[in-house]
């Protein structure tokens, strides 16, 4: 033990600098245990501080601060081919060229402080920039104007003692936050997202006012983006961010913008990867992005662009999240803070630099007006004449401080010698063509000049906020916020997933999955759905679709599992045990822990269920109960109607049907659906509807009914109100859809340069239609759904006239209702200055019977918008009636 202790206390010595110890053949042996622990120390921090990390003071790494002081000292106003640029920044880099070009090209592509020439990659498809001599730089005038300012600069010797180098530079705009950084060093790591140009300047100036303020990213790549959870970028933030995906026509989604972090390879290589693997279903892809993204996902047929678009986002890389993590590099010392705080200290940084570059240009007026009033004095009084006679160069400078002292009683500071030297190099010419009225003119306008440094160093809060808003009125512009920030809905992956594939089912032994072909189809699924199970015991599973599960041995019942399904209701009658009652309930599946078995009966031995059914839309039917004969029993047959039975949780018991034997249990009367027609709101933040009462109720919806959507652009159609709906920016009406109610428009006829008013009614249903000419001037002003709007409109001033009363039109009284197609009645041959909605005149609209059934649109087998679609109900009339209860399921359904 004792040996032992010597051993570690001899290596411990050896580690700390010991004498080394020899091996057997008196070789030397070196301990590297002390080393490693003290150069990976030193590369950690070295990486830490000198590659992957920001400066708080400036914004940037090493190797940008360095490629921007090599731009400065070769610029000249003129490119300079990047190669160039890069040998002259490995004056101060210790690293290769292409790391160097490599982060001169990610600079330059941000568009902030380098202007650019020639091939410089696309951070929108993801090209690369071409080689580094075939392309050229130069400093922007935003970055001359913020980034350098070398009488503040602070400065440093090079790596190899050469040169100089700045410590930071002294940057006055918060170009960390605008840029953004990444980097990965050794045990951290930083991402720190861009932000708005614009937006940024706003906070400073909201900061120096003492204001609040709030700050969110702004991607280049533009796209949507919900902040929700951003966290002020710090650690355990999120930002979710989605490819912004419109419809181009019937069968074709148009993709313009793309998520950050990703470009237009990468998202096609995803959307096909989803494809295969058959998530979704598309029939080709045509990439035409130039200067903008655009990306056209042709549509097979029969495919739902809502769902399609809503699976985009589920499975591909049209929506990622981003993770940001805001660490920067304070005092040689990585901290850990958040946007917010990073732009107050970028603000105070900025004022205070501001303030010393104001005293710096206080004290250069000051030695200005300094030596001009010396100069003055000097000429005026031609004290440059009592030096002719002076023989030594001390009898020079001593005559002329001797001249100088009766007239220096106004100078701010003493006169010292290097004044009286600068005084003798005034040359001849000067001092005979010496004005004393400009002189004083100049005297004057650098005291004016010093008055106002002064009053700007006095208030200097609102010299910086000043010249914040000169940097946003001079850069600003084109600098708009790219990046939509809108609150993301929840997208389930089940309900957007293509069915690729089919399940089957073996009743009698008990198994289900995709690959028992040679067994009873169900229905077709996917690879991400959950399966529901019934047994003939009363036992209930939700598992994952696989190629083959043993669930138990008797099913009656398998479909696809929907989560949160109120609308989807049980009807069972059942045995409790060999001996017991038989019960009959109601009941709807809204939660579980997949692959536990539920028991729906209480559990005894030889329970048996004797009549099933599921129905998608709360069906109650009626059967018939058979007994057997036994004993004095009376009635041997009766019927139950299952709208009788409340609907309770899958757990209740049940109400008690009989306590002798059932024979059989009949359908007698296929039921209706016992739920009411369901209300539907729109949420405009996230732009869908809902069912959960988020937003603006818009009414109560049975299958047959439809939406109404009007956009500015002079555009009406009608859809099914289904929930994975996609609505457009630029919508303006939203209603539920009454047939018989006109829709009336003003609108300026571009041809003829009038305003048009019209009334027509939706004639075709789920078709997009244009009720304003095609002219690429026309536009609509305004849209009413009233069933009596009245519309008022005024008129300019004519000049030296009286103005000409307001005009306020009934729009039933001016124009019959037409087909849509009709370009309607002039409003007036005169000028208009303004049309407004007024109050719309009574109306009571004919009350329509009112049914009890719901009707539902299955999303599944039918395609929003087509115009042949069917509802449940109507398919049911053409099949002779809703399917029997049974084992299988009748395809799935999703309610609005």
Known sequence: MEEQEDLNKEQQEDTQGGET?????GDALTRVTGMYKDWFLDYASYVILERAVPAIEDGFKPVQRRIMHALKELDDGRYNKVANVVGHTMQYHPHGDASIADAMVQLGQKDLLIDTQGNWGNILTGDSAAASRYIEARLSKFALEVVFSPKITEWQMSYDGRKKEPVNLPMKFPLLLAQGAEGIAVGLSTKILPHNFNELIDASIKHLKGQRFTLFPDFPTAGIIDVSNYNDGLRGGKVRVRAKISQYDKNTLVINEIPYGTNTSS????????????????????DNTAAAVEILVHLPSGI????????????????????????????NKPLFIGVTEMLRRSTDATVNLLGRELEIQLGELEEQWHFASLERIFIENRIYRDIEEEETWEGVIQAIDKGLKPHTGHLRRAVTEEDILRLTEIRIKRISKFDLDKAQQQLEALQEKIAEVKHHLAHLTEFAIDYFKKLKATYGKGRERKSEIRIFDDIEATKVVIRNTKLYVNRDEGFVGTALKRDEYVTDCSDIDDIIVFTADGKMMVTKVDAKTFVGKGIIHVAIFKKKDKRTIYNMIYKDGKSGPTHIKRFSVTSIT?????????????????????????????VTINLRQAGSIKKLKWDIDFADVLI????????????????????????????????????????????????????EFSGDDLLLIITQKGIVKTISPVLTAHFDQDMIVLEKWVPEKPISAVYWEGEKERFYVKRFLVENENKEELFITEHPKSYLELVSTDWRPVMEVTFPKPRGKDPKDPLEIPLEDFIAVKGIRAQGNQLTPEKVKQ??????????????????????????????GDPDQKTRENKEKDA?????????????????
């Open 880 to 896: 002779g009636g809703p399917p029997e209860a049974s084992g299988k399921d009748d395809g799935q359904t999703t309610l609005f």
């Open 594 to 622: 997949r692959d536990r078995p539920y028991d729906l009966t209480p559990g005894k031995a030889g329970s048996k269920v004797l009549y099933f059914s599921a129905n998608p839309n709360g069906e109650a039917e009626v």
């Open 304 to 331: 739902s662009p809502d769902k399609t678009m809503d699976a985009l986002y589920a499975f591909t890389a049209c929506e990622s999240s981003i993770s940001p993590l805001g660490c920067i590099i304070e005092d």
């Open 21 to 25: 110890p020899n091996n057997e053949n």
């Open 267 to 286: 998202l096609i290589d995803s959307i096909l990867k989803a494809n295969d693997k058959g998530k979704i279903k598309i029939k080709k892809i045509e």
């Open 835 to 864: 049309i407004n909605a007024l109050e719309p005149l009574p109306y009571e609209p004919p009350a329509k019977t009112p049914t009890n059934e719901m009707e539902v649109v299955d999303e599944e087998n039918v395609e929003a």
């Open 648 to 699: 309770k949780g899958r757990a209740s018991k049940g109400n008690i049907v009989t306590k002798y034997n059932v024979k059989r249990i009949e359908l007698k009367e296929k039921g209706v659906s016992t739920l009411k027609p369901r209300k539907i709101w729109f949420d405009d933040v996230v732009r869908r509807l809902n069912v959960d009462g988020r937003g603006e109720l818009l009414g």
